[in-house]
């Protein structure tokens, strides 16, 4: 029998992740046994592989980090960085022909 520890309750999608300066950082999109992605939205918007140790606790949709913003650029892995563009370039619009829309409702 495996025993969990009380304060660190399951992550799931969604759930909000706040830092050890209690700012809250962004939101869960992938959970896994040994780490979970979040997608930051405090700055700079990417995505970030935490390890599960860097967790303090889970308190109803809250993700608690024991790391401040510095740590977790140093013990996390950037998966993927987007900057946000104001003029939308490099967006290519997809034509979908009206049957298939059609075919898909």
């Known amino acids: 029998m495996q025993r969990r520890c009380p304060r660190r309750g399951p992550i799931h999608f969604g759930m909000h992740v706040c830092d050890a300066h209690e700012q809250l950082l962004g939101t869960v999109?992938?959970?896994?046994?040994?780490?979970?992605?979040?997608?930051?939205?405090?700055?700079?918007?990417?995505?970030v592989a935490v390890p599960q140790v860097a967790v303090a606790g889970v308190v109803g949709g809250i993700v608690f980090l024991s790391l401040t913003p510095g740590e977790i650029e140093i013990f996390c892995k950037t998966l993927?960085?987007?900057e946000r563009s104001d003029t939308g370039t490099g967006l290519i619009p997809r034509l979908v022909p009206p049957q298939k829309l059609?075919?898909?409702?």
């Open 29 to 47: 999109i992938l959970a896994r046994k040994d780490h979970f992605v979040m997608r930051q939205e405090l700055g700079i918007n990417q995505l």
């Open 80 to 82: 993927e960085r987007k």
């Open 102 to 105: 059609a075919e898909q409702t």
